[in-house]
């Protein structure tokens, strides 16, 4: 049997509960929006990826590739917060006849040895890339990066 429980008792286990389980984050969130324009020779880059890295970060927060023109848009959740980011940059070429599609990822290109990074490899090392950026919780916008392909 279900015990009664008079309405202002309801009306107070309804807000407990809705305390509990939270209607919403009483923090703010680390979503950061990054945006901007790659450019390899002054000419929009197409098909670069480009790694964001917290101060701390062993692995990328934020993972995007370029459009036809140059452009991305990325969203991610960053442990590390407001900071400046390291970033990295790959274009990824094959070489030989390897078909692309479904079904061949990256890393299985890169294992037989039919993937090359047409960028400089100083750009896809974190040390020695030389790009960063300040980021700050929310939209971040104008994050260009201007390569040199040599």
């Known amino acids: ?15 407990a509960l809705a305390a509990a389980v939270g209607c919403g984050s009483a923090s703010k969130s ?12 002054d000419k929009p880059a197409e098909g670069v990826t ?19 023109d140059g452009t991305y848009e990325v969203m991610f959740n960053s442990a590390a917060g407001e ?8 274009k990824v070429s094959t070489r030989g ?3 692309s599609g479904e079904g061949i990822d990256e890393y299985q290109l ?3 040895g ?8 100083r750009y896809n090392d974190v040390n020695t890339s030389g790009l960063s950026t300040p980021l700050q ?14």
Not at 51 to 67: E, I, L
Not at 114 to 121: E, F, R, W
């Open 110 to 112: 890169k294992l037989s």
């Open 83 to 90: 900071a400046n980011y390291k970033v990295t940059a790959n």
């Open 114 to 121: 039919t993937q090359l990074n047409s960028l400089p490899a």
């Open 50 to 68: 480009i790694s964001f890295y917290g101060p701390n970060d062993k692995a990328a927060s934020g993972v995007v590739t370029t459009q036809a």
């Open 137 to 150: 919780k929310g939209p971040n916008e104008g994050k260009n990066f201007a390569l040199k392909s040599k």
């Open 1 to 15: 049997m279900i015990p009664f429980i008079p309405t202002a008792g309801r009306v107070a286990l309804l807000i």
């Open 97 to 99: 006849n390897v078909p």
């Open 30 to 41: 680390d979503k950061m929006i990054v945006k901007g324009k790659v450019t390899i020779d």
